[in-house]
């Protein structure tokens, strides 16, 4: 299977730029590179405000002046390393357009400055307070999801496990599920393109270093038990064919499957790790959103009355 034909001109710029991978440079130096390739976004939304959730900084997107809104939790990817609510900023934005609901996107503490369970814990007070406030957010405590694509697609599905509040719907996009890095695509797909194997060992080791196991359900949430798993909300799993992730995300909604959740899986097979935050220059990026925004505005309406 080879690259879609956008997919394949996109990462022959990233290429023509001769950037370093992560496991090359130093988490600082990797930042401002990231941040200087951050797509800047001037998508109308109705409200957009900083907010701090319990110390925790976030960003809430509401497509409307409706106040009986649903809402998802968004953790932003780069490998729990990189990354910002401005690097997902346009991606919020649209996909609080699109599917009419709203988003608050966290601004969790990064490694390896803050390693394992910093980050996830800035996730879980985000997601309380969220739950705590809904009458100051504008929106509905009953209707509450969480998403994120890769590192924060991973935080998704461990909040999604732990459900501090009661959760309705999770968005995983290309998730870590497996930090043990043993599944074949990341044979497959070891140089890449945009996320080579070396890069997402260099990731894990600053996430959890000798902090705790790769098997810790709490940092690969495949490990959980199958009671655990049954107890998650309905999920929306993508992934990318040309990813060291891909079978990871793959093999945990297969999961979610036998045990009796919910879960619908897709694979874009010409699209790499990362495409759908590149959706301004990607078809398959704007149809992945498309489909989020689809499966969001369904799974977080509002009942329909009796």
């Not at 022959?12 to 800047?40: I, L």
């Not at 976004?41 to 809104?69: F, I, Q, T, W």
């Not at 709203?102 to 800035?122: H, K, M, Q, T």
């Not at 990318?240 to 036998?258: I, M, Q, S, T, V």
């Amino acid at each position: 299977m080879t690259l879609h034909p956008q997919a394949a001109r996109l990462i022959a710029v990233m290429e023509s730029r001769q950037q370093k991978g992560f496991s090359e440079v130093t988490p600082q130096e990797a930042r401002a590179a990231r941040a200087a390739t951050d797509y800047k976004s001037n998508e109308h939304v109705h409200e957009m405000r900083d907010v701090n959730a319990l110390g925790v900084r976030c960003r809430l997107y509401k497509p409307s002046a409706d106040n009986n809104l649903g809402l998802m939790v968004f953790f932003h990817g780069g490998g729990w390393v990189l990354g910002s609510i401005e690097s997902h900023d346009g991606l919020c934005r649209t996909l609080a357009n699109q599917s009419g609901q709203a988003i608050l996107s966290v601004d969790y503490r990064l490694a390896p400055e803050d390693p394992f369970p910093n980050g996830l814990e800035d996730c879980i007070r985000a997601t309380l307070w969220a739950h705590q406030n809904a009458d100051e957010l504008g929106i509905d405590p009953t209707r509450i999801s969480v998403g994120g694509d890769s590192a924060g697609g991973n935080f998704a599905a461990v909040v999604a496990q732990l459900q501090p509040v009661p959760l309705v719907f999770q968005v995983l996009i290309y998730p870590v599920t497996d930090c043990t890095m043993k599944t074949p695509s990341y044979v497959e797909n070891a140089e890449g393109p945009f996320l080579r194997a070396n890069d997402m060992a260099a990731f894990i080791d600053a996430y959890i270093g000798d902090i705790t196991s790769p098997q810790d359900p709490r940092v690969s949430p495949i490990s959980a038990s199958p009671s655990t798993l049954a107890s998650c909300p309905p999920a929306l799993i993508i992934t990318a064919h040309h990813d060291p992730l891909r079978d990871e995300g793959e093999e945990y909604g297969a999961a979610l499957l036998a045990n009796g959740v919910e879960a619908s899986i897709v694979r874009y097979f010409g699209m790499f790790h990362g495409f759908v935050s590149l959706f301004p220059w990607l078809d398959d990026g704007k149809t992945a959103v498309s489909l989020i925004a689809s499966a969001m505005r369904t799974a977080l309406a509002p009942p329909r009355n009796k």
